[in-house]
C-alpha cells in the first residue's frame, strides 16, 4: 500500500515531441506528489509538484496531471528537448502523525531519452 | 549557497570494513534525511533526523547501520561491517522545517550521492 507504480521503465522521445510518464498510487493518505529529475552522477533534483487539491499544474514546459479518483499522476514534458534527457521519478508522501516532512516514497523510475 | 554537501563521492570498502558517509545539509536547513538508491531502482528511505535527534527510522536496517546528527559538525551514516549487499548510492537531503500545514517541510534539497562500494 506504500508503494507507487511508475511507467514506462524507459522512454524515447524525438526533440519537440511530448514525454509523458505514469504514476499510481493506493495509499490514500499521500497528500503531495512531487516529480524529481536526475541526471547521472547527481542527485535528484525536485522539478513540480502537487497537490491533492488541484487536478493540473503547469510550470513551463513541464505538466503535472492529478486523477484523484484513480490515484493516479503523471509528468507531461511538451517540446521535449535532448537536455531533458534524463532519470525522472514521481513520489508522494503524506503526514505523519499530523505532522508534514520529507519522507517520500519513489517510483521506480523511468529513463527518458530525447533524440536531437 | 555549497547546496547539500556529501563526502566522500566514492567509497570503496572491503566486506567486514566500516563506511561512514557524512552530508553537510543547505545554509539555514536544520533538518536530515538519508536515501538509498540501489542500482536500476528508486531512492527509499532510511532516517530523518534532527539536530541530535532520531525522528523516524522506520527505513533503516535493523542491525548494523546507524545515523547521527550532531549539534555540531555534518550527519553521519554509519554501515558497520558491510557487505556487497550495501553497495548502493546513498543520497542525504535537507529541508528547512517540518510542521502540522507547513509548506515546503517536505521540499527536499538532494546532494550528490555517496556511492558505496563493497568489494
Known amino acids: 500500500q506504500q508503494q507507487v507504480k511508475q511507467s514506462p521503465q524507459s522512454l524515447i522521445v524525438q526533440k519537440g515531441g511530448i514525454s509523458i510518464i505514469n504514476c499510481a498510487y493506493e495509499n490514500t493518505a499521500f497528500d503531495y506528489f512531487p516529480w524529481y529529475q536526475q541526471f547521472p552522477g547527481k542527485g535528484p533534483a525536485l522539478l513540480i509538484a502537487i497537490r491533492p487539491d488541484v487536478s493540473e499544474k503547469k510550470e513551463g514546459r513541464f505538466t503535472i496531471s492529478f486523477n484523484k479518483s484513480a490515484k493516479q499522476f503523471s509528468l507531461h514534458i511538451m517540446d521535449s528537448q535532448p537536455g531533458d534527457s534524463a532519470t525522472y521519478f514521481c513520489a508522494a508522501s503524506m503526514r505523519v502523525g499530523g505532522t508534514s516532512y520529507g519522507k517520500l516514497t519513489f517510483g521506480q523510475g523511468t529513463i527518458l531519452t530525447v533524440h536531437p | 549557497n555549497a547546496g547539500v554537501m556529501q563526502n566522500p563521492r566514492h567509497l570503496v570498502r572491503r566486506r567486514g570494513q566500516e563506511a561512514r558517509l557524512r552530508c553537510s545539509p543547505m545554509k539555514g536547513h536544520s533538518h536530515v534525511y538519508w536515501y538509498r538508491q540501489l542500482p536500476e531502482e528508486g531512492l527509499k528511505f532510511m532516517v530523518y533526523l534532527q539536530k541530535e535527534n532520531i525522528i523516524d527510522e522506520s527505513g533503516m536496517p535493523k542491525e548494523r547501520f546507524s545515523a547521527e546528527f550532531p549539534k555540531e559538525g555534518p550527519s553521519i551514516l554509519r554501515i558497520q561491517q558491510v557487505v556487497r549487499g550495501d553497495s548502493a548510492a546513498y543520497f542525504c537531503?535537507?529541508?528547512?522545517?517540518?510542521?502540522?500545514?507547513?509548506?515546503?517541510?517536505?521540499?527536499?534539497?538532494f546532494g550528490a550521492g555517496s556511492r558505496l562500494t563493497v568489494l
Open positions: 537531503a535537507s529541508s528547512p522545517r517540518q510542521g502540522r500545514f507547513s509548506a515546503g517541510a517536505n521540499v527536499l534539497t
